[in-house]
């Protein structure tokens, strides 16, 4: 809780715009300097080893950031170069773009989010899965287009 709470400050003080500094993949990789600098902290009152290591996991996080916003930058221009031609709507664009918000689509929820008709939807997503952006779920009803290469990349390794 404690690693949400950090970010939210960060976000709060205006020294993030958003709040998109994921702390915790840093700790849990490093978990055991993790546990043993806080409990140095709590036992001996060891914080500068504690800060220095705080501020490296800022570092390298940010940087993490940094290098995910970029190749998502490059996948979203990737993305518009699939898609365009003489007759690509306006829609297929909006649609791309409400991707790298939520990865995942219904038919239903891509016509409402974009105030178009199902069928115009349809016609859309269909297209975005011809062109591999999305990839259709097997079976089922209300189905959930992804955009797997999206998400992938906000997952990272």
Do not use: C
Not at 13 to 39: A, K, Q, T, V
Not at 82 to 103: E, K, N, V
Not at 130 to 136: C, K, N
Request: charged fraction near 25%.
């Amino acid at each position: 809780m404690g690693r949400l709470l950090i970010t939210f400050l960060f976000h709060t003080e205006e020294l993030l715009d958003h709040p998109l500094l994921y702390l915790s993949g840093f700790f849990e990789r490093y978990r055991d300097d993790y546990y043993r600098l806080l409990l140095n902290v709590s036992q001996r009152g060891e914080w500068e080893e504690w800060i220095d290591y705080f501020l490296r996991a800022v570092t390298e996080q940010a940087n993490d950031a940094v290098q995910r916003a970029n190749k998502l930058l490059v996948l979203r221009q990737e993305y518009r170069k699939r898609t365009t031609s003489a007759r690509t709507s306006a829609l297929l664009g909006a649609m791309i773009d409400r991707l790298f918000a939520l990865p995942g689509i219904s038919i239903a929820t891509a016509a409402r989010e974009l105030d178009v008709t199902y069928a115009s939807a349809k016609k859309n997503v269909e297209k975005l899965v011809a062109a591999g952006i999305l990839v259709e779920p097997r079976a089922g009803r209300n189905k959930i287009y992804m955009a797997r290469e999206i998400i992938d990349l906000l997952e990272g390794p």
